[in-house]
């Protein structure tokens, strides 16, 4: 079933700390792995995204994991800073199919 | 700034009548999708696009939703008769060609169905 679960639903950090989100999934065909931010009455945007055949990228204070035996993946914010404050999504797709399947979204709100 | 734009922004519409909403996407991209964000934040995916094909769309067995994609033309979404479910935010994407492409999204129209 294609359906990709995100935790936690709603998630407060202070200003400096460690941002940790999850996401499983459970088909086996997704290889690509987006995770997008988006602010209220905005559109999403991509943070950053993992190959199946990766199993961790960096981008400044942004890493995503990816664990393919377990079908679990994180995103870890270091430094949160108040301008982090969004809801994240992760998403997933496969080769065969162009439509991205999205997770419900975690909230996060960064206290300064 | 998104370089996809939909309009209008906000649609306010009585049960029953007909809500249409555009989009251009980002020059370059033959790839347009349409999801459906309700107010729990989850996406539902409606259909996608290549060039002026469909490639992929849900089972819209009510037959209320349509699309097209027609070239030098803005892509369009419209519901033929508006519920009060409808009600949420529609989200047009697009992108390169490819599987793993990054969508870009445009802000979205709000549709309230009263």
């Known amino acids: 079933q294609q359906q990709v679960r995100q935790s936690p639903q709603s998630l407060t950090v202070w200003e400096g700390g460690t941002t940790v989100l999850t996401c499983s999934y459970e088909d086996s065909t997704f290889n690509y792995f987006p995770w997008y931010q988006q602010f209220p009455g905005e559109g999403p945007a991509l943070l950053i995204s993992i190959l199946s055949v990766s199993d961790k990228k960096e981008d400044g204070r942004f890493t995503t994991f990816f664990n393919k035996r377990e079908k679990k993946l994180s995103l870890h914010i270091i430094d949160s800073q108040p301008g982090d404050s969004a809801t994240y999504f992760c998403?997933?797709?496969?080769?065969?199919?162009?439509?991205?399947?999205f997770g419900k979204g975690t909230h996060l709100h960064v206290l300064p | 700034n998104s370089k996809v734009i939909q309009t209008p922004r906000y649609l306010v519409k009585g049960q029953g009548q007909k809500a249409k909403m555009r989009c251009i996407p980002e020059k370059g991209h033959p790839v347009v999708f349409w999801y459906q964000q309700n107010k729990n934040n989850e996406f539902k995916f409606l259909i996608n696009?290549?060039?002026?094909?469909?490639?992929?769309q849900i089972d819209m067995t009510e037959k209320r939703f349509s699309a097209e994609c027609p070239s030098n033309s803005p892509c369009s979404l419209e519901i033929q008769s508006s519920e009060a479910g409808d009600s949420a935010l529609y989200l047009c994407?697009?992108?390169?060609?490819?599987?793993?492409?990054?969508?870009?999204f445009g802000h979205g129209t709000k549709l309230s169905v009263l």
């Open positions: 998403a997933a797709s496969d080769t065969n199919a162009y439509k991205v399947i």
């Open positions: 994407a697009s992108s390169l060609p490819g599987w793993n492409e990054r969508l870009f």
């Open positions: 696009f290549q060039n002026q094909e469909v490639l992929q």
